[in-house]
């Protein structure tokens, strides 16, 4: 009977659906404190209100499987206001606002937010002899994302996408799948739905263009949630509410970063830590690449310990890295190769994962014979935290889990609590819960910073920072990578970056390397990297070269109030540092598939130059406000499209009118940060009557710093009258946190005649006024309040 169902030509035209499985019967309803159970001819739906904007559906068959926990949800139920009507024909369930309505004859469940549907199941769960299948009726215009690290276009409706982390080694602009997949689809008309299921299996965003939504996967948990959302701001806050909120990582880690693949040896390290000091170029990181442990690429992998030719003195090597401000960070790999120094402990200790028969799994793949670490197995996971521990304690700072997909996983490969392809999509996810767990009980006082490329759904709350994988060095390399971060910023996942420069090939364009630079000023994380054929590292460049990378990585660094705060809003609501233009304008339909221009943060406009030798470019500038150019300061008005030309110092961005930007003047590592004297920049424009924004303080290194009340807050705030301009700023201050006196230096831009006066809390102070710009030094006390007098 199921292949009948699952055969069967169910045809919809928008969302008007007349049923679902045909054969599924309605019995019964049953009303418990924030959730329904229905029972059906063949099995029972439970339908939960996880919170006011959160629904959870379930199927069990009467068949009943054994129950599996999710690997993606937090979200802890609580007892919510819940509406229940049991009609004749119909049943309605949920909160004020938003409504699963079950239509009893024919079957079918439906989800309405504030009266509008968003979405309804087509014929419900269905199994065949291979697939578990959910399909859902969806409207004919709205645009479909998500899905995991795509290079596809931002609007993925009409493919049909597998879930199954794998890497794509020199993609460029067209890449179906890759080392980051995940069950999230979310709409254009403000909802998500996550399948809460990591086992292998295929998305389709309507690929047959008949209106549908469809999830399939091997096996599993017959689970889902849809979020609804009156924002794009709700949303992110919903679903990371669902899957867990991403912890601010490490100060350092908003620096710039030393890398490639690979420093051979400790001199060669230090040569270039010392290179970067010489130049004045700011560093804060350097990675290292496998050869910490081998020197040659294949057969070493899994040793684990540094060569001791080559890094004759690993530890005083960090610690002298550690003493200039330099962090270190370490690749490592979850295989064992059998020619390893840990291959015969691994074996011993039963840490490997497993063939039916019990033996350790050994296969063969690029860097030799090896076996795979069960991080699913107490043994696997204590054994892998020990590496970790053993090396943070002489003073490593941070760890880069490599080949985490796994890059590869035999089919038939056992794991403690499943087979490959069952728990394939979350081995990285576990990865990093390994490390986060470890660090919490060892280092709790400590941010890890844990790179990654390879993860799962909720993966943002292990503090998992993930990058783009292998990308081509090439113009259309760097061409996917806004879609992708945008893309993964949507779904939880806002530190995505891409290895600066390329990775793959030895393709050497100096423009390439700095447009890509200019643009990693505003992705989250700034690391340049490539293949040893060709210097990652701006300190190898040319003259020209070399000095157009040393201003963008200053800019960076000039930046780090305003990023570093954007760190916090992600933490605290899990709004991504790149957002889609279509955030900002959600009814406009020509944005949903923009990703050439995107926000940085609520204030910076950024479109990235990603063709070579071009001399203008058209962006579009959206309508709530006006814009002015971060160099020249050049206003464009709001809801406009101009061709603006281009200059090879930078690329262009543009301040919204009205906001106000913190920065500080160029540092050379974190660890001279400070905001004892800072910059506040206003970009005034007479149309925006208020503003706000805000800067966010902390040590920069103690876990959970806000919740245990290490921290301060500037709250800026201005208010534009006829007569005066009043900026107000209020500091919150934690329980635990000691603030310090700072000096905060006024710059007001696009400021048409010169003020008549300035006063600071009720003190006439001095000030410039040079060339449209006022500049004021001002002494800040708990609460400031500046009034500019025209």
Same mark, same amino acid.
């Given at each position: 009977?199921?292949?009948?169902?699952?055969?069967?030509?169910?045809?919809?035209?928008?969302?008007?659906?007349?049923?679902?499985?045909?054969?599924?019967?309605?019995?019964?309803?049953?009303?418990?404190?924030?959730?329904?159970?229905?029972?059906?001819?063949?099995?029972?739906?439970?339908?939960?209100?996880?919170?006011?904007?959160?629904?959870?559906?379930?199927?069990?068959?009467?068949?009943?499987?054994?129950?599996?926990?999710?690997?993606?949800?937090?979200?802890?139920?609580?007892?919510?206001?819940?509406?229940?009507?049991?009609?004749?024909?119909?049943?309605?369930?949920?909160?004020?606002?938003?409504?699963?309505?079950?239509?009893?004859?024919?079957?079918?469940?439906?989800?309405?937010?504030?009266?509008?549907?968003?979405?309804?199941?087509?014929?419900?769960?269905?199994?065949?002899?291979?697939?578990?299948?959910?399909?859902?009726?969806?409207?004919?215009?709205?645009?479909?994302?998500?899905?995991?690290?795509?290079?596809?276009?931002?609007?993925?409706?009409?493919?049909?996408?597998?879930?199954?982390?794998?890497?794509?080694?020199?993609?460029?602009?067209?890449?179906?799948?890759?080392?980051?997949?995940?069950?999230?689809?979310?709409?254009?008309?403000?909802?998500?739905?996550?399948?809460?299921?990591?086992?292998?299996?295929?998305?389709?965003?309507?690929?047959?263009?008949?209106?549908?939504?469809?999830?399939?996967?091997?096996?599993?948990?017959?689970?889902?949630?849809?979020?609804?959302?009156?924002?794009?701001?709700?949303?992110?806050?919903?679903?990371?509410?669902?899957?867990?909120?991403?912890?601010?990582?490490?100060?350092?880690?908003?620096?710039?970063?030393?890398?490639?693949?690979?420093?051979?040896?400790?001199?060669?390290?230090?040569?270039?830590?010392?290179?970067?000091?010489?130049?004045?170029?700011?560093?804060?990181?350097?990675?290292?690449?496998?050869?910490?442990?081998?020197?040659?690429?294949?057969?070493?992998?899994?040793?684990?310990?540094?060569?001791?030719?080559?890094?004759?003195?690993?530890?005083?090597?960090?610690?002298?890295?550690?003493?200039?401000?330099?962090?270190?960070?370490?690749?490592?790999?979850?295989?064992?190769?059998?020619?390893?120094?840990?291959?015969?402990?691994?074996?011993?200790?039963?840490?490997?994962?497993?063939?039916?028969?019990?033996?350790?799994?050994?296969?063969?793949?690029?860097?030799?014979?090896?076996?795979?670490?069960?991080?699913?197995?107490?043994?696997?996971?204590?054994?892998?935290?020990?590496?970790?521990?053993?090396?943070?304690?002489?003073?490593?700072?941070?760890?880069?889990?490599?080949?985490?997909?796994?890059?590869?996983?035999?089919?038939?490969?056992?794991?403690?609590?499943?087979?490959?392809?069952?728990?394939?999509?979350?081995?990285?996810?576990?990865?990093?819960?390994?490390?986060?767990?470890?660090?919490?009980?060892?280092?709790?006082?400590?941010?890890?910073?844990?790179?990654?490329?390879?993860?799962?759904?909720?993966?943002?709350?292990?503090?998992?920072?993930?990058?783009?994988?292998?990308?081509?060095?090439?113009?259309?390399?760097?061409?996917?990578?806004?879609?992708?971060?945008?893309?993964?910023?949507?779904?939880?996942?806002?530190?995505?970056?891409?290895?600066?420069?390329?990775?793959?090939?030895?393709?050497?364009?100096?423009?390439?390397?700095?447009?890509?630079?200019?643009?990693?000023?505003?992705?989250? /994380?700034?690391?340049?990297?490539?293949?040893?054929?060709?210097?990652?590292?701006?300190?190898?460049?040319?003259?020209?070269?070399?000095?157009?990378?040393?201003?963008?990585?200053?800019?960076?660094?000039?930046?780090?109030?305003?990023?570093?705060?954007?760190?916090?809003?992600?933490?605290?609501?899990?709004?991504?540092?790149?957002?889609?233009?279509?955030?900002?304008?959600?009814?406009?339909?020509?944005?949903?598939?923009?990703?050439?221009?995107?926000?940085?943060?609520?204030?910076?406009?950024?479109?990235?130059?990603?063709?070579?030798?071009?001399?203008?470019?058209?962006?579009?500038?959206?309508?709530?406000?006006?814009?002015?150019?971060?160099?020249?300061?050049?206003?464009?008005?709001?809801?406009?499209?101009?061709?603006?030309?281009?200059?090879?110092?930078?690329?262009?961005?543009?301040?919204?009118?009205?906001?106000?930007?913190?920065?500080?003047?160029?540092?050379?590592?974190?660890?001279?940060?400070?905001?004892?004297?800072?910059?506040?920049?206003?970009?005034?424009?007479?149309?925006?009557?208020?503003?706000?924004?805000?800067?966010?303080?902390?040590?920069?290194?103690?876990?959970?710093?806000?919740?245990?009340?290490?921290?301060?807050?500037?709250?800026?705030?201005?208010? /534009?009258?006829?007569?005066?301009?009043?900026?107000?700023?209020?500091?919150?201050?934690?329980?635990?946190?000691?603030?310090?006196?700072?000096?905060?230096?006024? /710059?007001?831009?696009?400021?048409?005649?010169?003020?008549?006066?300035?006063?600071?809390?009720?003190?006439?102070?001095?000030?410039?006024?040079?060339?449209?710009?006022?500049?004021?030094?001002?002494?800040?006390?708990?609460?400031?309040?500046?009034?500019?007098?025209?």
């Amino acid at each position: 009977m199921m292949k009948q169902l699952f055969l069967f030509l169910f045809l919809c035209f928008g969302l008007q659906v007349q049923g679902q499985n045909s054969q599924r019967e309605f019995i019964e309803v049953k009303k418990y404190d924030s959730y329904i159970e229905i029972s059906v001819s063949d099995g029972v739906y439970k339908i939960q209100a996880l919170s006011d904007l959160i629904f959870e559906t379930t199927f069990t068959p009467l068949k009943k499987q054994k129950s599996i926990p999710s690997h993606a949800v937090v979200l802890q139920p609580t007892i919510l206001k819940t509406q229940f009507e049991n009609h004749e024909n119909q049943v309605v369930f949920g909160t004020k606002d938003y409504q699963a309505i079950i239509n009893k004859a024919p079957f079918q469940i439906r989800y309405q937010y504030l009266n509008r549907t968003l979405l309804s199941e087509n014929l419900g769960f269905v199994d065949n002899d291979t697939l578990q299948i959910i399909d859902f009726s969806i409207d004919s215009k709205e645009a479909l994302y998500g899905t995991g690290a795509r290079a596809l276009g931002m609007n993925r409706r009409g493919n049909r996408l597998e879930l199954y982390n794998k890497a794509h080694y020199g993609y460029e602009t067209q890449s179906e799948l890759m080392n980051f997949t995940m069950p999230i689809v979310l709409s254009s008309k403000r909802y998500l739905v996550h399948f809460d299921n990591p086992q292998t299996g295929w998305i389709d965003l309507d690929s047959h263009q008949n209106n549908s939504l469809r999830y399939e996967s091997i096996g599993g948990r017959k689970t889902y949630q849809v979020i609804a959302g009156v924002s794009w701001r709700s949303l992110m806050n919903s679903y990371t509410n669902l899957t867990g909120k991403q912890p601010i990582p490490p100060r350092w880690s908003f620096g710039n970063f030393a890398s490639r693949f690979g420093y051979h040896s400790e001199s060669e390290a230090r040569a270039v830590v010392a290179k970067f000091k010489e130049d004045e170029i700011p560093l804060d990181a350097i990675i290292f690449d496998l050869y910490w442990f081998g020197k040659d690429i294949q057969g070493t992998m899994g040793n684990f310990e540094f060569l001791k030719d080559s890094f004759p003195e690993p530890k005083k090597m960090i610690t002298d890295f550690n003493a200039k401000g330099v962090k270190t960070v370490l690749i490592t790999e979850p295989f064992i190769l059998k020619t390893s120094k840990k291959w015969e402990e691994a074996v011993a200790k039963d840490i490997l994962g497993k063939k039916k028969n019990g033996t350790p799994y050994v296969y063969d793949f690029y860097f030799g014979t090896t076996g795979l670490i069960d991080i699913f197995k107490e043994e696997g996971k204590n054994w892998f935290w020990d590496v970790y521990k053993r090396y943070a304690d002489i003073g490593v700072a941070g760890w880069w889990g490599d080949l985490g997909e796994p890059e590869v996983h035999p089919e038939d490969l056992i794991h403690a609590n499943g087979t490959a392809n069952e728990v394939h999509n979350v081995y990285g996810h576990y990865w990093a819960k390994l490390i986060a767990e470890g660090y919490k009980t060892a280092y709790p006082e400590t941010r890890p910073f844990v790179l990654m490329r390879a993860g799962y759904s909720g993966s943002q709350r292990f503090g998992m920072i993930p990058w783009s994988g292998d990308v081509n060095r090439t113009w259309g390399g760097l061409q996917s990578q806004m879609e992708i971060s945008l893309q993964m910023g949507m779904q939880g996942m806002a530190y995505m970056h891409s290895d600066l420069g390329g990775f793959a090939g030895n393709y050497e364009d100096d423009e390439l390397y700095t447009r890509w630079l200019q643009y990693g000023v505003f992705q989250p /994380v700034f690391r340049p990297h490539a293949q040893e054929e060709l210097a990652s590292e701006p300190i190898f460049k040319n003259d020209f070269t070399k000095s157009l990378a040393k201003k963008a990585i200053e800019l960076r660094y000039q930046l780090l109030p305003y990023n570093y705060t954007l760190a916090f809003e992600n933490n605290q609501s899990g709004m991504p540092f790149m957002r889609p233009l279509f955030f900002e304008e959600p009814e406009n339909e020509n944005l949903l598939n923009v990703a050439s221009t995107y926000l940085w943060g609520n204030d910076l406009l950024v479109h990235p130059v990603v063709e070579k030798s071009k001399k203008k470019s058209v962006v579009y500038f959206p309508k709530r406000n006006n814009w002015f150019d971060f160099y020249s300061g050049r206003k464009y008005k709001g809801g406009t499209t101009e061709m603006v030309d281009l200059q090879i110092e930078n690329i262009p961005v543009f301040v919204r009118g009205g906001a106000l930007i913190p920065m500080i003047k160029t540092i050379q590592n974190t660890e001279q940060y400070s905001i004892a004297n800072f910059d506040l920049h206003y970009y005034f424009d007479k149309s925006v009557l208020s503003s706000k924004s805000q800067l966010y303080q902390d040590d920069g290194k103690t876990a959970e710093a806000f919740e245990k009340g290490l921290y301060e807050l500037l709250d800026f705030e201005t208010v /534009v009258k006829k007569k005066s301009i009043i900026l107000t700023i209020d500091t919150v201050v934690g329980s635990e946190y000691t603030s310090q006196d700072k000096k905060m230096n006024l /710059v007001v831009h696009n400021f048409s005649e010169k003020p008549e006066k300035i006063i600071s809390n009720g003190k006439k102070i001095k000030f410039e006024y040079t060339n449209n710009t006022i500049v004021v030094e001002v002494a800040l006390e708990l609460n400031n309040k500046i009034k500019i007098c025209l």
